[in-house]
């Protein structure tokens, strides 16, 4: 029986020592890299009858979070037309598109770098340029809840109607996430633009949006988004004011 256990011993304490190398190994492994999350969505709306309308839309966003640092981009289009009585008319066609760069400083406090580029058909806006570099903060900053404020100067390129501009503005915005379970979520943002010198030129864009999972894997997903675009001085003969509530299907990969 000594001998026995003279032979076993060494080799429980060579498998004990493995065993522990690897678990020290494994403890010792640096972090996944954090991913893109990205999603993509589509809508279409349709009517019959009196008259025949249809509503496109097509968004998709991306971000990712590492180290100190949080970049996100973000683009939608939507286009829509409606007959009635022979006579057909287009009452939606705009495309966006956004990027913005944050650079925590503490982990409430951040710096960020904003552009932002739209086209608006039936608004006449062939095109405006917004660029706003600024200060952050989080005020919540939970796994399931966020909410940050964020001020700084900004400059306007645009084309209203036949009408060329540039101006600086001043940037306030808000942003606000909450995750109401582990399958649905809400969301909302705001950004007032007004010209510095010209407080009664100014410009705001808000957005409030719920989203619930359809399948396990949380790919799928029904979202529903209400957009709101104010203009205090459209180009001519336009309205100030352009909202959309759109329904979609999300892919999330």
């Known amino acids: 029986m000594n001998r026995h256990l003279r032979l076993i011993t060494p080799v429980l304490l060579f498998a004990a020592g493995a065993v522990s190398l690897r678990a020290q190994v494994a403890t010792n492994a640096p972090p996944p890299k954090p991913k893109w999350e990205s999603s993509a969505a589509a809508g279409v709306t349709l009517t019959r009858g009196n008259s025949s309308t249809l509503l496109a839309t097509l968004s998709g966003k991306t971000g990712r ?4 640092n949080e970049l996100s981009f973000g683009a939608d289009a939507a286009y829509g037309e409606s007959k009635m009585n022979g006579v057909t008319s287009r009452n939606a066609d705009s495309v966006r598109g956004s990027a913005q760069y944050n650079r925590l400083f503490t982990e409430r ?5 904003r552009v932002e580029g739209l086209h608006d058909e039936i608004a006449d806006i062939k095109y405006r340029v917004t660029l706003a570099p600024g ?9 399931n809840t966020d909410l940050s404020a964020e ?7 645009e084309e209203l109607g036949d009408t060329r501009d540039s101006y600086a503005s001043l940037r306030v ?4 996430h909450r995750e109401l379970s582990d399958r649905a979520r809400i969301w909302e943002t705001a950004e007032w633009l007004p010209e510095v010198d010209k407080f009664n ?12 999972d ?4 949380k790919r799928l997903a029904l979202r529903a988004v209400l ?3 104010y203009n205090n001085e459209p180009a001519a003969g336009r309205q100030k004011n352009d909202a959309k509530l759109i329904t979609a299907i999300a892919y999330k990969f």
């Not at 915005?173 to 606000?176: A, H, I, M, T, V």
């Not at 359809?214 to 894997?217: F, G, R």
């Open 201 to 212: 030129n100014y410009i705001v864009n808000a957005e409030a949006g719920i989203e619930a």
């Open 65 to 68: 979070k590492w180290d100190d």
């Open 214 to 217: 359809l399948t396990a894997d």
């Open 135 to 143: 200060l952050g903060y989080y005020f919540i900053k939970e796994t």
């Open 151 to 157: 001020v700084g100067p900004g400059y306007v390129i």
């Open 109 to 113: 406090l951040y710096g960020y770098g």
């Open 173 to 176: 915005g808000e942003k606000f």
């Open 227 to 229: 957009q709101d675009t």
